[in-house]
């Protein structure tokens, strides 16, 4: 057996095509196709400002820098959480506040939210773990009662739904992320949604050196030299083989999302009975994206133990996620006691992700299955 990656990219020889053809084309970054690739991204979600960027931190950069909040404003989240969530806050000199979670979804507890708000408080980013939607309708109501932005980083959960609506829709702002662990890939690469045209406008700036023209329309015999720079933006963009690649993995998101449900189907039923763990919960009101796959282990197994002997026999176990407080330049910052976040510590201390992406088969499921049951009863405490 093959070591089996907990994620992987899938990439056909449509894709490929795609990207080759785009490279012999006349613009090769700035160019139509990232335009072409926002719009089909709106086309899917059904939103109207998408704006493509060279990945999913800098999407959550300039989101967060398109808010315009005060120097050492709070912005509360999740620390259950990959580290981009939050290093993009202290990007922008705010200060992230992190509010305990849910025990079933592993996402931000409302009810730890509120407790958290102070009169500093400027935003709310919830993340959507697993791909399994945050409380969107409490959240919301949160940030509407306390006037704060919302923030979906939704790079977990691209094709999700909540209550009937495709996540993208649901928050001031999503992010998206096409890294190739993600539901699709641009090798690198993500995107900022955006409910408001304004802030849109904004978002085109600040991914081009905060410059209110782009190449496209500076270029050409009637165009003008002239423009403006009217905010400090970065060089963001996304090129325009990137975006092709986009557009083709775009098409195939639905097919790679049914694959993720089969998978995780396949585990739900395989696992039911096994005693000493407990299989992701899914809400009735979501479609879950199916980013990742998390169990949680039993108190009287030893999940490191598990998780070295689920790797030497080549499975790509992981753990999602070390909790934020506990890395060495956030301890330094912010000295936060693991304590204050017990929901967040357990589901740490017992949590381990299975492989999960389209082009696992039945016989790795298969072998995963086997191997871990055979596995956990070696691992008891
Ligand atoms: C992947 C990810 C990011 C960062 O995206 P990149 O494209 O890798 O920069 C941010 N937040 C979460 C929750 C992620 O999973």
Redesign the pocket.
């Known amino acids: 057996m093959n070591f089996i990656p907990y994620g992987h990219h899938t990439i056909d020889q449509g894709d490929i095509d795609e990207v080759v053809s785009a490279l012999k084309s006349e613009w090769i970054t700035a160019g139509p196709k990232v335009k072409n690739f926002e719009d089909e991204l709106n086309a899917y979600i059904g939103s109207k400002y998408s704006v493509a960027v060279n990945?999913?931190?800098?999407a959550?950069d300039i989101a967060i820098k398109s808010l315009n909040i005060p120097n050492k404003s709070e912005i509360i989240t999740t620390p259950l959480?990959?580290v981009?969530?939050s290093n993009a806050i202290l990007y922008n000199n705010l200060t992230p506040i992190f509010a305990d979670i849910d025990p079933k979804t592993k996402n931000i507890n409302p009810e730890e939210v509120k407790k958290k708000i102070t009169n500093k408080t400027k935003a709310i980013i919830g993340?959507d773990f697993a791909g399994h939607p945050c409380n969107i309708k409490e959240l919301k109501e949160i940030a509407d009662e306390y006037d704060l932005f919302f923030v979906e980083?939704a790079?977990?959960a691209l094709g999700a739904e909540y209550c009937g609506k495709k996540v993208g829709n649901l928050a001031d702002m999503t992010?998206f992320?096409?890294?190739p662990?993600?539901n699709i890939t641009t090798g690198?690469?993500?995107a900022v949604i955006a409910r408001d045209p304004i802030l849109y406008q904004k978002l085109l700036m600040l991914r081009n050196h905060g410059i209110d023209k782009d190449s496209l329309s500076r270029f050409g015999n009637e165009a003008d030299y002239a423009y403006d720079m009217k905010c400090l933006g970065r060089n963001y963009r996304l090129t325009d083989f990137q975006s092709a690649l986009g557009i083709s993995q775009l098409k195939k998101l639905d097919t790679f999302i049914q694959k993720r449900h089969k998978i995780a189907k396949a585990y739900n039923d395989l696992l039911r009975d096994e005693r000493s763990i407990e299989c992701p919960y899914s809400a009735e009101n979501v479609r879950h994206a199916w980013?990742i796959y998390t169990i949680l282990v039993d108190k009287d197994i030893n999940r490191d133990r598990l998780f070295a002997e689920l790797r030497r026999k080549m499975i790509g176990v992981n753990v999602h996620y070390i909790p934020i407080y506990h890395f060495t330049y956030y301890k330094d910052l912010f000295k936060l006691d693991p304590i204050c976040f017990p929901v967040t510590e357990d589901i740490y201390n017992r949590t381990l992700t299975l492989p999960l992406f389209p082009e696992l088969n039945e016989e790795h499921v298969i072998y995963i299955v086997n191997t871990l049951k055979k596995v956990l009863k070696e691992c008891k405490y």
Do not use: P, Q, W, Y
């Open positions: 990945s999913g931190t800098s959550l959480t990959f981009a969530t993340v980083d790079c977990h992010i992320s096409f890294h662990v993600k690198e690469g993500g980013h």
